[in-house]
């Protein structure tokens, strides 16, 4: 199969996979708003992520358990990008 073709496939199904997830969470929100007269209960979340731009880490998070764990993902990233620049890997 041509890598255009199978290219331009993955980004239809990403796409659609998107729609999909869109429509879904929609559902989930209006059935939600409903159950929340019904419980009071406050919910807090937690997010992070990190960006990479060339061997310069940014991480970004808003809870401190989950800012150590992206950190020690980042430093065996870095890890892994300088064996594999020095040609030990």
């Known amino acids: ?3 255009i073709l199978l290219s331009v496939l993955f980004v239809f199904i990403g796409i ?3 729609i999909i ?3 879904l969470k929609a559902e989930g929100i209006e059935k939600e708003e409903g159950e929340e007269n019904k ?5 807090k979340i937690k997010g992070g992520g ?3 731009i060339g061997p310069v880490p940014i991480v970004i998070s808003n ?4 800012l150590k764990v992206l950190l020690i ?3 065996v990233i870095l ?8 040609e030990i890997f």
Do not use: A, Q
């Open 1 to 3: 199969m041509d890598l």
């Open 63 to 66: 809870d401190k358990k989950l």
């Open 50 to 52: 990190i960006i990479l």
């Open 21 to 23: 997830g869109t429509i």
């Open 73 to 75: 993902i980042v430093i």
């Open 16 to 18: 659609v996979l998107i």
């Open 79 to 86: 890890i892994i990008y300088l064996l594999s620049y020095l």
């Open 39 to 43: 419980e009071k209960e406050e919910k």
